[in-house]
């Protein structure tokens, strides 16, 4: 399995703000995501970040809100934009690996004010 | 649409008892079923999982048994431990390989010492 470091790991920021969460991988690794728990609710994908080409966002998920980088294997950055109190979450962003498993960061606990 | 679910918010099982966590999902493209344990501030965890052509799989105390015509799963865990007490996520995935997982509602399980 993947070690995956998430950061930060928790935030409180004001709405209108943006919150940029990096997520690190101790090997390279092909498929990256993004997840995001809402409180009290399951985990929903909100993108595929793709190395060297744009993410591929889920139903209900838009690139302004949410932009996304994959400079290279180990390495993904998500943008919370112009947050709102709805925004508030835990986003997770988790690996693939060829045997259909997907291994999680620890997540980042985000208020939003 | 909530394309997987499971119906029992939560389970309280006392210590050294069996605890079955289920699972229902609609997507008859489904093909590769997955377990997670998630504690709070962490990230979930991969437990076991089970691919369509198998009805069972097994490891440890860990059990996952597969009911494709009622598309219908189960977490078995025995003997349960304290150790156990955690929200458990059922997943899945549609044609294999594609990776991007489906997530049920989470069952918050409590194992009473």
């Known amino acids: 399995s993947a070690v995956i470091s998430q950061k930060p790991s928790r935030d409180i920021c004001q709405r209108g703000t943006s919150l940029t969460i990096q997520c690190q991988v101790d090997?390279?690794?092909?498929?990256m995501f993004w997840y995001r728990q809402q409180p009290g609710q399951s985990l929903t994908l909100i993108a595929t970040?793709?190395?060297?080409?744009?993410?591929?966002?889920e139903s209900g998920f838009v690139i302004d809100k949410f932009p996304i980088s994959r400079p290279n294997l180990t390495f993904s950055t998500l943008t919370v934009s112009n947050m709102s109190p709805e925004d508030s979450s835990i986003y997770l962003c988790s690996v693939g690996t060829a045997k259909n498993i997907q291994y999680f960061g620890a997540g980042t606990r985000l208020s939003v004010l | 649409d909530q394309q997987v679910k499971q119906n029992s918010p939560s389970l309280s099982v006392q210590e050294g008892r069996i605890s079955i966590l289920n699972c229902d999902y609609t997507n008859s493209m489904f093909d590769y079923f997955l377990w997670y344990k998630k504690y709070p501030a962490e990230g979930p965890t991969f437990l076991i999982s089970i691919s369509s052509i198998k009805d069972k799989n097994e490891d440890g105390r860990f059990t996952v048994f597969l009911n494709k015509s009622a598309k219908h799963l189960s977490l078995h865990i025995v003997p349960s431990q304290p150790g156990d007490s955690a929200v458990y996520f059922c997943?899945?995935?549609?044609?294999?390989?594609?990776?991007?997982?489906?997530f049920g509602t989470g069952t918050r399980l409590t194992i009473i010492p």
């Open positions: 997943a899945a995935v549609a044609n294999f390989g594609n990776e991007k997982l489906t």
């Open positions: 970040a793709n190395q060297g080409s744009e993410a591929t966002y």
């Open positions: 090997s390279q690794v092909t498929m």
